[in-house]
């Protein structure tokens, strides 16, 4: 198995730019997430789908993010506009189960993301 | 709030055991995972506790105490690819929402 893939690895744009991050999950898995790192504020949880219906989006910073799973396969976390405060690491997980519990979490290997 | 806190930073021995403590608060609780993250990759699983006790998994062994709010990640015979960061993270509610900790980035020196 491929695990997640997230595309691009890394990112470097300018403010006001629109940002598109993209996450294919492994085959069979239920359940996506979104987390972004960073050394202040550690692994925050954005968003989280079951089935591809988004559950939670308390953790979406503002409306310039906006997060989609239009099918099992695929899920995209946009940016539009970008600003230097969004500068961190972007990881999406999946797990086999709707409730993720006990079922542990499958990383990506995250996107590096640099707004200038 | 959903507070997990853990140690900032550790530094241990090669071949010495390590013990890294995590408090959460208990309200919803649903179960406790640690994870393993090197520097620039992805966290990897290392153990879930849903019962109070210890969990074994060869060198590494991962206690829950529910009512304390309380759990601690022991690795014992260290290694030096054991230096990376550890995060705490709990499950609340059953909506499966897995919080994470700030981590303790644990430093083994020969």
């Known amino acids: 198995d491929a695990g997640v893939i997230q595309s691009p690895r890394h990112e470097v744009t300018e403010m006001g730019q629109e940002v598109t991050l993209r996450c294919k999950p492994i085959s069979g898995h239920n359940s996506l997430f979104w987390y972004r790192q960073t050394m202040m504020r550690g692994l925050e949880l954005l968003i989280y789908f079951n089935n591809n219906v988004p559950i939670d989006d308390s953790g979406m910073p503002e409306d310039r993010f906006s997060a989609k799973m239009p099918n099992a396969s695929f899920s995209t976390l946009k940016i539009q506009p970008s600003e230097p405060r969004d500068s961190a690491v972007y990881f999406c997980a999946s797990s086999p189960g709707v409730k993720a519990r006990r079922e542990k979490l499958f990383f990506g290997s995250g996107t590096q993301l640099s707004v200038l | 709030g959903q507070n997990i806190d853990q140690p900032t930073e550790m530094t241990a021995t090669e071949g010495a055991i390590v013990q890294i403590n995590c408090t959460y608060q208990t309200s919803g609780f649903n179960g406790l995972f640690w994870y393993q993250q090197h520097a620039g990759e992805a966290p990897t699983f290392l153990s879930y506790?849903?019962?109070?006790g210890l969990e074994e998994k060869g060198r590494f062994s991962s206690f829950l105490s529910r009512s304390k709010g309380y759990s601690y990640l022991l690795l014992k015979e260290l290694q030096m690819k054991d230096s990376a960061s550890y995060l705490c993270?709990?499950?609340?509610?059953?909506?499966?929402?897995?919080?994470f900790g700030q981590g303790t980035e644990l430093s083994v020196k020969p």
């Open positions: 506790n849903v019962l109070d």
């Open positions: 993270a709990v499950i609340y509610n059953q909506g499966g929402k897995l919080i």
